[in-house]
């Protein structure tokens, strides 16, 4: 089956600065790559996804990458807020009923 | 719309105990799962449903049992709980039991077996 590694497990950055988490799979024929962030004692929430026939996908501040040829896609976050602060999973996907997620990234935003 | 709802919010249990945790949806999604979130390990898939009537494993199935008897309720039943299943349960809901969507989870279940 699908495996979804996740780095860093916690990432602390400046407010104003850029943070950039980084997953990578193993299953060639995934095709959905998802990221939910969670607010704590909170539930995830959709932030931003890429299907595996787009490069890169911009939302705002944030920013998906991904390449298929090295298996991995990163998510990017510019002029961080102090409400950016959270847990990130990326997650990658076959289809719908094996969505494998990756261990999370604890980012706090420092104001 | 209340979206994806479940109940309880918290829950004990004793070891060998048994519940069921509720979980409903009012999108019409076709799509619905389980998963469990543990501390440093993610999300993990239990049990999902593509449809009323059917259902199947994910990653982490043992212990656990779904239905699908509606399109609207997914309920987990815990057959004999035991301390390794404490854990944060969310239900899950996806327009399209076919394609990667986004999913959309409830509030969760906090449950401790004791």
């Known amino acids: 089956g699908e495996n979804v590694e996740q780095h860093p497990s916690t990432l602390s950055v400046q407010e104003g600065d850029s943070a950039v988490i980084k997953c990578t799979y193993s299953d060639s024929a995934s095709n959905y790559f998802p990221w939910y962030k969670q607010e704590l004692g909170k539930r995830p929430q959709l932030i931003i996804d890429i299907r595996s026939n787009v490069g890169e996908k911009k939302d705002q501040r944030i920013a998906v990458t991904l390449n298929k040829t090295a298996k991995h896609f990163s998510l990017h976050i510019t002029e961080t807020q102090p409400e950016d602060s959270a847990v990130y999973f990326c997650a990658a996907s076959i289809k719908d009923n094996d969505m494998r997620f990756g261990a999370g990234t604890r980012l706090t935003v420092k104001p | 719309n209340a979206g994806v709802t479940q109940t309880p919010k918290f829950q004990v249990l004793k070891t060998g105990q048994s519940m069921t945790l509720q979980c409903a949806q009012d999108?019409?999604?076709?799509?619905m799962s389980w998963y469990r979130q543990d501390p440093g390990m993610g999300l993990r898939l239990i049990h999902y449903s593509v449809g009323a009537g059917i259902t199947d494993q994910g990653e982490v199935p043992n212990g656990y049992n779904v239905s699908r008897s509606t399109t609207e309720d997914f309920p987990l039943r815990l057959l004999s709980a035991a301390p390794s299943q404490t854990s944060v349960y969310f239900c899950?809901?996806?327009?399209?039991?076919?394609?990667?969507?986004?999913?959309?989870f409830g509030p969760g279940t906090r449950l401790t077996v004791t």
């Open positions: 899950a809901s996806s327009y399209s039991p076919w394609e990667a969507y986004e999913q959309y």
């Open positions: 999108m019409n999604h076709e799509y």
